[in-house]
């Protein structure tokens, strides 16, 4: 079973960086609908990009679940650990080498996505087949964790707080900006 799990985590990984790709683009696709906003990228803050490796993850996931959950352990303990894994990676990595050179740079964001990716699903495979069974308050507290990000997406995509993590790294506003209010 451990070999299964290996394939639906490690293939996983491609449609997530194409899927999460598509995300950096789909609220401008979509004629910036503002419903979209909660799942796609409203503009080039780090939050933003958050939503590129998390929706798709957690798609993934419950596309995922019928078909591993007799042979995993953890299931939504691991997807969860998983899933935080993706943003914090993209933070790390991002704030580190811009404090460092000073500037982004475009590829290396994509190579800090696409890492980021690989660490989630990498987490993620390594608690569904080498994790003890996690007590059952973790697990509950794993669903009520990821239900707090899918909130947490939400609320700040249309009430962003006026802290680094939210600003566009361009125009320096915060949330959906003022251009796309015209549309």
Do not use: C
Request: hydrophobic residues 55%.
């Amino acid at each position: 079973m451990s070999k299964i799990v290996a394939q639906w985590e490690l293939l996983g990984i491609i449609p997530l960086i194409l899927v999460g790709t598509t995300m950096h683009f789909l609220f401008e696709l979509t004629g910036y609908w503002r419903p979209m906003a909660v799942i796609a990228a409203v503009n080039e803050s780090v939050w933003e990009h958050f939503k590129m490796v998390f929706w798709p993850g957690l798609l993934y996931a419950l596309i995922e679940y019928p078909f591993l959950k007799h042979a995993t352990i953890n299931f939504w303990g691991a997807k969860f650990l998983g899933l935080l894994t993706m943003p914090v990676v993209i933070a790390f990595l991002f704030y580190g080498y811009t404090a460092i050179t000073g500037h982004h740079n475009l590829i290396a964001d994509g190579v800090i996505y696409i890492l980021s990716i690989v660490a989630g699903q990498l987490v993620s495979l390594s608690l569904l087949t080498h994790a003890k069974t996690m007590p059952a308050m973790a697990q509950r507290l794993s669903v009520v964790g990821l239900l707090l990000m899918v909130a947490a997406f939400a609320l700040f995509s249309y009430f962003p707080p006026k802290i680094f993590l939210f600003e566009d790294a361009i125009t320096g506003e915060y949330g959906i900006l003022e251009d796309y209010h015209d549309h």
